[in-house]
């Protein structure tokens, strides 16, 4: 999987810039957070997802994940099972291959969002809850 994040920056939010204490002072607060929770060990077999940490803070590093590669600025989100991994939805990642021959790496991805956010790039806009009534399943 390439780098990318899962939310862009919102339009006409400040990231931190360059300043010392940017960081601090301009950056726009979060408006999703994202809970990683493994089912199963994630190690270099089954793969991981790899995390690029602080990229969250500069809207501009979108499309240079090969930089955070390159300076040894990455996190490999190995873990075990049960594991919780929390980043802002802003945060550059990638997803490293499963190289088993007949694993699957099952992942719960929670998200926490904002009220007025709403997500419709990576999940799909179509409701889990309505698809009984939606399918029309016969009473039995």
């Given at each position: 999987?390439?780098?990318?994040?899962?939310?862009?920056?919102?339009?006409?939010?400040?990231?931190?810039g360059w300043d010392d204490n940017g960081w601090q002072t301009n950056l726009a607060n979060p408006y999703a957070l994202c809970l990683f929770i493994p089912l199963i060990d994630l190690d270099d077999k089954v793969g991981f997802t790899q995390f690029w940490p602080s990229s969250h803070r500069y809207k501009d590093l979108i499309g240079f994940g090969a930089a955070a590669e390159l300076t040894h600025a990455t996190f490999n989100g190995i873990g075990k099972a049960g594991d919780g991994l929390w980043y802002d939805y802003r945060l550059l990642h990638r997803g490293i291959c499963n190289v088993s021959d007949d694993i699957l790496r099952p992942v719960i991805q929670v998200v926490f969002k904002q009220k007025w956010y709403i997500e419709k790039a990576n999940y799909g806009t179509k409701s889990i809850y309505g698809m009984r009534n939606e399918q029309k399943i016969p009473n039995n």
């Amino acid at each position: 999987q390439n780098w990318h994040s899962d939310g862009k920056h919102q339009k006409n939010a400040k990231d931190a810039g360059w300043d010392d204490n940017g960081w601090q002072t301009n950056l726009a607060n979060p408006y999703a957070l994202c809970l990683f929770i493994p089912l199963i060990d994630l190690d270099d077999k089954v793969g991981f997802t790899q995390f690029w940490p602080s990229s969250h803070r500069y809207k501009d590093l979108i499309g240079f994940g090969a930089a955070a590669e390159l300076t040894h600025a990455t996190f490999n989100g190995i873990g075990k099972a049960g594991d919780g991994l929390w980043y802002d939805y802003r945060l550059l990642h990638r997803g490293i291959c499963n190289v088993s021959d007949d694993i699957l790496r099952p992942v719960i991805q929670v998200v926490f969002k904002q009220k007025w956010y709403i997500e419709k790039a990576n999940y799909g806009t179509k409701s889990i809850y309505g698809m009984r009534n939606e399918q029309k399943i016969p009473n039995n």
